[in-house]
């Protein structure tokens, strides 16, 4: 495995794809959600008493070999997650008839293939996704007709988790002032500022939203700054507000809170598997400090 640093990134909510590497069952998949990609692996290759899923179970190992993020919630994660399961029974994907090609197409291209329609019709062409391909020796290129939208970005490379502990807001008046509706902004409601540093602009989150939103549409994709001018996406508008750090900074409130639906892996596993400095880089082994 690659000794590169990973990016670290802050409110990880994310949907994988596994690829057996093991002989007799090579070529294998499985889709899954994690919010910590690199315990969730070693889960999936140590077992269902690890938390591993039961169609894993005793057939790796497997590769993660990339993961689809960027999403705003547990939800919409899981959302497409099943979507991406089941691509035939979900209404998203219905016009487009899709199924395997019969000894044409392995299961891993058509996973891929069902992943480059489904980043094209809506909703989640409207979110801020990001492609990582983990396993740079499976990467391959979307077709030119099925890129994704220009607003979501393909990367490569390791990741590690970073999950931020939400604190409550409370319902009292501030004395801060949204600066495109003129109205003051309450504490309970959500504020944003331009990622510019040295822009001035405050303003409600549904204020900027409304600015940037095209006539029919429900989720913004960006706009520019009202202010600064500068260009926006809305994701990283939305991920400022909730707190998350942008690239190169560090910062934010570790969450110690575990997923229901990933369990906790057990301590002499966790201890056993930082003894293996040779098969993990060390970034690695250390992912579950950050839960």
């Known amino acids: 495995m690659s000794e590169t640093e990973p990016e670290i ?18 070529g294998r998949t499985y889709i899954g959600y994690t919010r910590d990609p690199n315990r969730r692996i070693m889960q999936h290759n140590r077992g269902t ?23 705003p919630n547990n939800i919409s994660a899981l959302r497409f997650e099943w979507a991406w399961q ?7 994907l219905q016009h487009l008839n899709l199924k395997k090609v019969p000894r044409k197409e392995s299961e891993f291209k058509f996973k891929l293939r069902v992943l480059s ?12 996704l990001i492609v990582r391909w983990l396993e740079t020796e499976y990467i ?19 990741v590690k988790c970073r999950n931020l502990k939400h604190k409550p807001t409370s319902t009292e008046v501030s004395n801060e002032e949204c600066l495109l509706c003129s109205n003051y902004i309450i504490n309970g409601q959500s ?7 040295c822009c001035e602009l405050l303003a409600h989150i549904t204020c900027l939203a409304d600015l940037f939103l095209v006539p029919g549409e429900y989720v913004p994709i960006g706009g ?17 507000m909730k707190g998350v750090s942008q690239p190169g900074e560090v910062g934010g409130e570790v969450s110690e809170e575990e997923c229901p639906e990933e369990e906790c892996l057990e301590e002499e596993y966790v201890n056993e598997e930082k003894n293996k400095a040779d098969e993990y880089p060390s970034w690695f082994l250390d992912c579950n400090d950050d839960l």
């Not at 329609?117 to 801020?128: A, F, I, K, S, T």
């Open 9 to 26: 990134v802050e409110d990880f909510f994310g949907v994988y794809l596994l690829y057996c590497i093991n002989p007799k069952y090579k």
């Open 49 to 71: 008493w690890a938390g591993g899923a039961h169609r894993t179970n005793n057939k790796g190992p497997w590769k993660m070999v990339m993961i689809v993020h960027g999403f």
């Open 86 to 92: 089941n691509p035939t029974k979900t209404i998203r």
């Open 117 to 128: 329609e489904m980043l094209r019709v809506g909703p989640w062409c409207r979110l801020p």
């Open 140 to 158: 391959e290129e979307f077709p030119t007709e099925r890129k994704p939208p220009d607003h979501m970005t393909i990367l490569q490379g390791p």
């Open 191 to 197: 504020k944003t500022t331009c990622l510019n540093p």
């Open 224 to 240: 520019n700054c009202p202010f600064c001018s500068i260009k926006l996406k809305w994701g990283d508008v939305v991920r400022k």
